[in-house]
């Protein structure tokens, strides 16, 4: 699982019209949760859907390393959880490999336990902010023993006896942080509560709310949500469907749409309204996605997507939508690259502090594959070829992150020349299934 060493390249052909029904793998933001609250929770949690992503199964290990049970028997994870407020020390450090949101989260839940816990992670996580989580966790009494310069893993983090509740405004739009800070309330005494001035994906409220969570959200007039936890309550085992994640839909999507001729349906896609950014985005350029057998499925709403080859326009992506298509934007870049005219994505400093510089990485994997593009310090603005030509015989690199690999295998199947990506390990943390899945689908991509 060590990705750091060997690249393994492939590369992708201009391909015929992609057809056929595809099921992505389950939602990683969900995941992540259901392990995480299944293994806090008192009871046992049966999970189904479960995306088997090394980014997820990191954080069962963790889990266990903690003192939860995990075991999979047939299709369903089943988890003993040891009960709020019960997790142990662990003997060693928790190694997240790539996962931002593992480890993140994990610093939330048990910063605030009275124990000695060290955090590791790959060469891209290591380089990746966690003041972000760290400034809020000390208000609450956490001690950072150790860290790397400008608070990186490998770090240390050793918990009050009794940790204090704060009133915490997240200053930057992210999920991790709210879910961190709600997560360490969880063992504490009190109403902690999280103020957030823009809406992130709500998962971590509506998943606690579900274990049992003494949770509740107030919307302001100014549209401001504050969001109250009491500490110290029982948390209870749950079932969890866990419903595909829009994040790797976005790749056979988007492939569709550039692809001439093309027609697929993607199954089972989560819909929450803050994870679907693209969909709208895409249909303002023009995409053919029709939303087939809406429903709700375990309090999520979710759709079947029927995807057709569709002419593309480009348009201006405004700064308020980034939260819900925060890592959506690289394959939006593809899309626009074979878009007629300009596409202008605003509000994305975020991108700086993912897996890698996306912002960057977008940029130059653009540039080397032939397409006019702009990178502004929070913009990025791409001038499409429509019908791929001029477009490909470049190599990309994918600085050790996942949705720049499959993002530009994507561009691949529709440019003039084929794309290569310098190693496709790392799509192995977020969507195992990619390659065999856009085969089947009628997608020519091949190591090497
Ligand atoms: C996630 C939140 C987002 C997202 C990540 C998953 C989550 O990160 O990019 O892939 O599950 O909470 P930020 O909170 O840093 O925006």
């Known amino acids: 699982m060590a990705h750091d060493a060997v690249l393994s390249p492939a590369t ?37 859907g479960l995306l088997e992503g090394e980014d997820v ?68 996580l290591s380089k990746r902010p966690m003041g972000r989580v760290l400034d809020p966790l000390r208000l609450m009494g956490v001690q950072v023993l150790e860290s790397a310069p400008g608070d990186r893993m490998p770090l240390t983090l050793q918990g009050p006896k009794h940790a204090s509740p704060i009133q915490y405004r997240v200053p930057m ?52 949500r504050h969001i109250h936890i009491t500490g110290q309550g029982k948390l209870e085992g749950q079932v969890i469907a866990v419903p595909g994640d829009p994040s790797s839909a976005a790749f056979p999507l988007v492939a569709a749409l550039i692809v001439p001729g093309s027609d697929i349906v993607i199954e089972n896609v989560l819909m929450n309204p803050t994870r679907t950014g693209l969909i709208l985005t895409l249909q303002e350029m023009g995409a053919s996605i029709e939303l087939l057998n809406p429903r709700n499925a375990g309090g ?37 690259a074979f878009a007629e005219g300009e596409t202008l994505m605003l509000g994305l400093e975020e991108l700086r502090v993912k897996e890698s510089d996306r912002l960057a990485a977008v940029a130059r994997g653009l540039e080397a594959n032939g397409v006019d593009c702009t990178e502004g310090a929070e913009a990025l603005s791409v001038r499409g070829k429509p019908g791929g030509k001029g477009i490909g015989g470049g190599t990309v690199a994918t600085h050790l992150d996942h949705r720049i690999a499959m993002s530009f295998l994507v561009m691949g199947l529709a440019s003039e020349k084929p794309v290569t990506v310098d190693d496709r390990n790392m799509i192995a943390t977020s969507f195992p299934e990619f390659m065999g899945l856009m085969r089947d689908l009628g997608a020519e991509i091949d190591p090497g």
């Open 12 to 48: 992708a052909r201009r391909s015929t019209a992609l057809s056929g029904t595809a099921r992505v793998p389950g939602d990683k933001s969900i995941s992540h949760r259901s392990f995480m609250f299944g293994g806090l929770a008192s009871g046992e949690t049966r999970i189904t």
């Open 300 to 336: 999520e709403d979710v759709a079947d997507l029927r995807v057709r080859a569709s002419d593309l326009k480009g348009v201006i992506v405004p700064a308020e939508r980034a939260p819900s298509m925060i890592d959506e934007y690289p394959v939006l870049a593809v899309a626009a």
């Open 57 to 124: 199964l990191r954080t069962g290990e963790a889990m266990k390393a903690m003192g939860a049970r995990i075991e999979k028997r047939g299709e369903e994870w089943i988890i003993s959880g040891v009960g709020n407020g019960c997790l142990l020390e662990p003997e060693g450090p928790l190694d997240f490999g790539n996962a931002g949101t593992g480890s993140r989260l994990t610093m939330g839940l048990v910063g605030t336990y009275d124990m000695r816990t060290t955090f590791i992670g790959d060469a891209s």
């Open 173 to 224: 739009a992210s999920a991790q942080v709210k879910s961190a800070v709600l997560l360490a309330a969880l063992n504490t005494p009190g109403i902690t509560t999280v103020i957030e001035p823009v809406m992130t994906r709500d998962h971590t409220e509506k998943m606690l709310k579900g274990f049992g969570a003494d949770l509740s959200v107030e919307t302001d007039a100014a549209g401001v």
